[in-house]
């Protein structure tokens, strides 16, 4: 033990070799030394203890001439952890800023997005059709998450008889959400536009059931079926 003075007192009084030395080279004072600093009140305690009970140590034996050197490395390694800490903490700081700074940049442009679209549907509205489809695709592309996106995209190529592209944009939105009506619906007209009735059909009928208020959903379905049948009435 390196901080017990009256364990040390004990240790020395049944006859402990106080010149003894660890595998370091050093005697229980030195370790003393070591661990505190000279001037404390444990270290000349212990001194003491071998002063009282007549031990006359060399001043080489009851200090190291390493300890200065040890505690000055000591305190370089406290100022190392210091600085890692702070190096931590400033890093930590600087990822929250940058996060910030890139939740601001997607909510800029998720804002931006929207107000293009608010312009494609305007824009469609005025039968500037061309202009619209190029709204939307901006839109997209600083926000392609947004199901509505290609959804208007899409009316505004089928409204340029543009089917293999409407079908796309259709089926994407679909893809978002397979449980969103207006998608099928889109799917079902640009089927129709490609002269592909049965899978327009299937289609309105998905969106008719997945809303069945969709009165245009069950027409066109109906609509649909009445060109299959008709098809097939040619080819017989």
């Known amino acids: 033990d390196t901080g017990n003075v009256e364990l040390f ?14 595998v370091h080279c050093k005697t229980a004072l030195q370790v003393a030394s070591s661990r505190w600093k000279k001037t404390s009140q444990r270290y000349h305690s212990m001194r003491q203890v071998l002063v009282s009970l007549g031990k ?15 505690e000055e490395v000591n305190d370089s ?18 990822g929250e800023k940058k996060s910030q700074r890139e939740g601001s940049h997607e909510e800029s442009k998720a804002e931006k997005a929207a107000g293009l679209k608010e312009q494609g549907n305007e824009a469609l509205r005025g039968n500037r059709t061309e202009e619209a489809v190029v709204l939307y695709s901006e839109a ?46 889109r799917e079902g007209q ?27 959903a069950k027409s066109r379905f109906e609509e649909a079926v009445k060109m299959v049948r008709t098809e097939h009435a040619v080819e017989s």
């Open 9 to 22: 007192r004990l240790l020395v009084e049944r006859g402990s070799d106080t010149a003894a030395r660890n």
């Open 56 to 70: 006359n140590l060399s001043e080489a034996e009851l200090c190291d001439e390493s300890d200065e050197d040890e």
């Open 77 to 94: 390694s406290d100022g190392t952890n210091m600085d890692s800490r702070m190096t931590s903490v400033e890093a930590r700081r600087a």
């Open 140 to 185: 997209i592309q600083l926000d392609p998450s947004r199901k509505e996106f290609f959804s208007n995209r899409a009316a505004a190529l089928l409204a340029l008889s543009r089917y293999d592209e409407a079908l796309a944009d259709a089926q994407r939105a679909k893809e978002m959400d397979g449980s969103w009506a207006k998608a099928c619906f």
């Open 190 to 216: 640009a089927y129709l536009g490609l002269k592909e009735p049965v899978e327009a059909a299937a289609s309105f009928w998905e969106a008719f059931r997945l809303d069945p208020s969709n009165v245009a």
